[in-house]
């Protein structure tokens, strides 16, 4: 075996062991190179794997590919599951597609944790969407190693090394048509925006904007700390004080309505949404602002004397 196969191999051994999640795991396979590199590399690990392989049915052949994918986990010592989907509800198709898989997944596993497939090159690309979307911090924090079920043995690999890798396993990766089509945000961000910011800025801009995404994460999860902390004394009784809120440091405050908006039922705790929630708190503020629901309930946050409180209504 070849250099980045063996280095693959380490990196998924290193995870596996680092969690202590044993021998015996699920891999998510598309097809692709960063998946196809991730099996192959937990075999060459000697782990016992599972291929899940999710046919989103969105593409004509979709169900060919999936097969494919399968064929390719059992010639590389693994046993493969095709999962068939529907994709269908809010947030456009790419949201309710990785709803649809994650679900598909997260059933199929049983006790066995679920490796997935994302890359150092994927997590720059998450940073530079979460920066464009101006949707704060936490969007650009990236993606986590370990999410359990979910593991991401390669988030400090590069993309190359796992084309390389399949390469050397003696695979030939599916190319998906989606990565190259320029009507979905990320391939574009893959295609002409990483490419340009090399080109200006030199090859270490894209694990420097992964480091990022690690050094903004462990600030965000001090400050969630603190407003978990807060939040058991500004929120009584399913209301939040306003005076206990607005004593406290903006970033601490937002984190505190951020929680009791999704815990009290708000589908909709977007950026903008949470400003307006959290101006309802100053002392001369009055009236509602709606946070979401679902088809039959509007959920209002509404300013109540010293309260602040969620309100349903029905639609």
């Known amino acids: 075996m070849g250099a980045a196969l063996d280095a693959i191999g380490r990196a998924v051994s290193g995870f596996v062991a680092r969690e202590g999640l044993g021998g015996d795991v699920c891999v998510a396979l598309s097809g692709g190179p960063d998946s196809t590199a991730l099996l192959a590399g937990a075999r060459h690990a000697g782990l016992m794997v599972t291929a899940l392989v999710v046919d989103h049915g ?9 097969q494919a994918a399968a064929r390719t986990a059992i010639a590389l010592g693994a046993d493969a599951q095709v999962l068939t989907v529907e994709v269908e509800g809010r947030g456009g198709p790419e949201a309710a597609a990785r709803r649809a898989r994650y679900a598909a997944m997260n059933a199929a596993r049983g006790h066995r944790p679920v490796l997935l497939g994302h890359t150092l090159d994927d997590q720059a690309e998450t940073v530079l969407l979460g920066l464009a979307r101006g949707s704060g911090p936490r969007s650009i924090a990236g993606m986590v190693a370990s999410d359990a079920p979910w593991g991401r043995p390669l988030l400090t690999t590069r993309r190359a090394t796992t084309v390389a890798a399949c390469a050397e396993a003696a695979v030939t990766p599916w190319s998906d048509p989606h990565n190259d089509d320029p009507r979905f945000l990320r391939s574009r961000v893959r295609s002409e925006v990483v490419p340009i910011m090399t080109t200006v800025l030199g090859d270490a801009v894209v694990p420097a904007l992964a480091r990022t995404a690690d050094l903004v994460r462990d600030d965000l999860d001090a400050l969630d700390a603190i407003a978990a902390e807060a939040s058991a004394t500004v ?4 209301g939040v004080l306003r005076e206990s809120l607005v004593a406290l440091p903006r970033a601490i405050r937002r984190r505190v309505l951020r929680r009791w908006l999704i815990e009290g039922g708000a589908s909709e705790v977007t950026a903008p949404v949470l400003a307006a929630v959290d101006a309802l708190a100053d ?12 088809v039959d309930v509007r959920v209002n946050a509404v300013a109540d004397g010293n309260w602040l409180r969620l309100r349903a209504d029905p639609r």
């Open 58 to 66: 969105m593409q004509n052949g979709s169900a060919e590919v999936a």
């Open 235 to 238: 929120v009584v009784d399913g």
């Open 283 to 294: 002392d001369d503020a009055h009236g509602t602002v709606a946070v979401g629901g679902d």
